[in-house]
């Protein structure tokens, strides 16, 4: 079974996958952000970076899903080779940071990636608002991430609902808002009683 954690930056993604990857003895897959070579020079400059990097940023995903598809485990991943062209490289594009000929060469390779790619059995979407994305930004504090501005955060925020509006999988949204299932059991049980509900059937 494959679990997909999706949202924006700063959004939990990964405190929830490895929450839930221990909460249920699931096996989890992160999003190699730390050993990407493009990152920094990324968010330096956008538009110089942004082929290159979403470029890797398939080639890692679509090793990911290669091997998930292969595990008899249940995997839960912490953001899909969906959102990543859906949202991110959408958003690049929406906002010149791509040109038309990079945009329709990675969307050239990545229809052909398509044809052996398979949603998830369930995509878990975390929504939240820019002002707490931008809290946990600030938080978190790396350093590549503090030039983001907030344009760029909204046009992902925007193609994020756009994706999962027009998603044609299984998908639970929860509402980040007040939550703080890090800190507060009652916050994590609520989210891990709707997947009870979605994947089991228990209610």
Known sequence: MHIGIAGNIGSGK????????????WTPKFEAVTYNPYLEDYYKDIPRWSFNLEVYFLTQRLKDVMNISKSKEVIIQDR????????????????????KRDFDAYMDLFNVVMQSVKLP?????????????VSQIQKRGRD?????????????????????AEYKGDVLTIDKGGLDFEN?????????????????GLF
């Not at 369930?122 to 939240?128: A, E, R």
């Not at 590549?144 to 994706?163: A, C, I, K, P, V």
């Not at 891990?192 to 089991?200: G, N, P, S, V």
């Open 144 to 164: 590549y991430e503090q030039t983001m501005s907030l344009d760029y955060l909204r046009g992902l925020n925007e193609r994020y609902e756009e994706f999962i």
């Open 121 to 133: 059995d369930l995509l878990i979407y975390l929504k939240c608002d820019i002002p707490h994305l």
């Open 184 to 200: 507060n059991p009652a916050d994590f049980a609520s989210i891990t009683d709707q997947i009870d509900a979605r994947l089991y």
């Open 14 to 25: 990964t405190t929830l996958t490895r929450m839930l990857a221990q909460h249920y003895g």
């Open 80 to 99: 899909t080779i969906f959102e990543g062209v859906y949202v991110f490289v959408a958003n690049n594009y929406a906002q010149g940071n791509l040109t």
